[in-house]
């Protein structure tokens, strides 16, 4: 393991600047989702409606922290916190641009699939600790849906992994000279975006939360900050997700003319403005539909774009 | 599959669609004129009160918001001693406008009467009648009817024949 660490400026930097984007995104996807239903969404609060975070922030913690008395105390206040913390944690391995990122180590890949596991452990320990039905069904989906979607999702980009022969995301950046992996690996980039959806519970996958049918799911019976933390979680799910698609399939930081942390950026500022086209445009499937979809479909045409991309690989470079 | 990407495309292209949204406060539609919003009592072309206390609205409003009580003055003309209409309870149908047998209660386009006290939303009959005669200008109910009062026995109304004399073979 050859850790480079990057240094205070840049930690302190990425940390403050991946919360501030994560909370403006209520911002963006609200006016974003408005645009394309015809409508303004918030724009009274300063200028475009800018201040809106800052009011609903203020709304939030000034909420009464409601814990049900006949939920599991002790998990129910852990619960939001771990979906906080892995997905901020998981900002660790992304390389913004060349010098600047956090940790640089073998295994980023792998990093980043382990977090966005373990941040399901927060949908499934929040439906099961609000002691309530409707949360312990959205539970009960999240660890299902999470546990069919994340064999794929490991399977899809394993074709990446064998172009560029390395786990580290900056190497994968490197091996991207030549031409992004979104066009040598076109199935792997599709498989890999449904099964982040999933993982990120974003509409149309939203199936843990489906306000529709199951009140709120997980996070019926939270209420002020705790139930922000899901919130602002599940942006950072979002950014974070694009962050990798982008490193993954879209060339990372290379791009003519602009500075690398530019190019970085706006490929990730469009990865989730198509997050949040697809939940405003697409319904969501009902469960076995889900479920048959991820077994009966993906996991298949996920093994068969691995072995095709092993046979290429194998017979080009031998 | 093709049918998810083809909603995806087709919403987006929303995106250079002018929003349908009117902001309110700031940007007033205009409304027709037989709008319904706040309710009204009319005055004839001559100043007086349309209203004849008759009770059909009262009767046809479908949640009771509106009281008034019969009322006579020396000329035998009807009028409601006082007329109550409750706003916080007003769905504005628009029933009592089509009942009303003289034109006097009327619905215009207005809507906005936010009040902090639920008690200012009782509109009396000084706040209720206004001084013009709203959407019908020339109608005068006791010009039209056949009813006797001061100043006007049978048969002097407009279109109105003398009243035959039954007791009487004179042609």
Redesign the interface.
């Known amino acids: 393991m050859n850790a480079g660490l990057g240094d205070a400026a840049d930690i302190i930097g990425i940390l403050v600047s991946v919360i501030i984007v994560a909370a403006m995104l209520i911002w963006v996807e609200r006016r974003l989702l ?7 969404g918030p724009n009274r609060v300063g200028p475009l409606g800018l201040m809106q975070v800052v009011a609903d922030m203020i709304k939030m913690f000034f909420k009464e922290d409601w814990i049900p008395p006949f939920s599991d105390k002790l998990v129910f206040i852990l619960a939001p916190t771990i979906v906080f913390i892995t997905m901020l944690t998981g900002f660790a391995v992304i390389p913004f641009a060349p010098g600047v990122g956090i940790i640089d180590f073998n295994f980023g890949l792998l990093y980043f699939l382990a977090l966005s596991s373990l941040s399901v452990y927060s949908i499934v320990l929040a439906g099961y600790a609000s002691n309530n039905k409707y949360s312990l069904l959205g539970g009960l989906r999240a660890a299902a849906q999470t546990v069919s979607y994340e064999v794929f999702m490991g399977i899809s980009i394993m074709g990446v992994v064998m172009l560029s022969g390395t786990f580290n995301l900056r190497e994968i950046v490197e091996a991207q000279r030549d031409g992004w992996f979104i066009i040598p690996q076109f199935f792997g980039f599709i498989i890999f975006l449904i099964a982040v959806i999933a993982e990120s519970r974003r509409a149309p996958l939203d199936l843990p939360e489906a306000e529709q049918e199951l009140v709120g799911g997980f996070h019926t019976e939270y209420s002020g900050m705790k139930f922000g933390m899901f919130f602002v979680g599940e942006y950072l799910a979002i950014t974070l997700s694009s962050a990798i698609i982008v490193t993954l399939f879209f060339g990372g930081w290379l791009g003519p003319w602009l500075p690398p942390l530019v190019w970085f950026c706006l490929k990730t500022a469009v990865g989730i403005m198509f997050f949040i ?2 939940r ?3 319904p969501r499937p009902r469960y076995d539909q889900l479920m048959t979809f991820g077994w009966k479909i993906l996991l298949p045409a996920g093994l068969l774009n691995l072995l095709v991309t092993g046979a290429v690989v194998l017979s080009l470079h031998g | 599959m093709l049918s998810q990407l083809r909603s995806l495309w087709e919403v987006l292209k929303h995106t250079f669609v002018k929003p349908d949204t009117v902001e309110y406060p700031d940007q007033k539609r205009e409304l027709f004129p037989r709008y319904r919003g706040r309710i009204i009592l009319t005055r004839d072309p001559d100043g007086e009160e349309r209203c004849v206390a008759c009770n059909l609205c009262a009767v046809a409003c479908p949640v009771d918001c509106i009281a008034l009580q019969k009322a006579e003055d020396e000329n035998g003309r009807w009028y409601p001693d006082f007329f109550r209409i409750n706003f916080s309870r007003c769905i504005m149908c628009g029933f009592c406008e089509e009942a009303c047998p003289t034109n006097a209660i009327q619905l215009t386009p207005d809507f906005e009467m936010c009040e902090y006290d639920r008690q200012n939303m009782v509109y009396e009959k000084q706040h209720l009648l206004i001084d013009g005669t709203g959407k019908y200008h020339d109608y005068n109910f006791y010009r039209v009817a056949g009813m006797t009062i001061g100043g006007k026995v049978k048969g002097q109304a407009e279109n109105e024949t003398q009243p035959v004399d039954v007791k009487t073979l004179l042609p």
């Open positions: 408005a645009v394309w239903q015809d409508r303004l086209l697809l405003g445009a697409l």
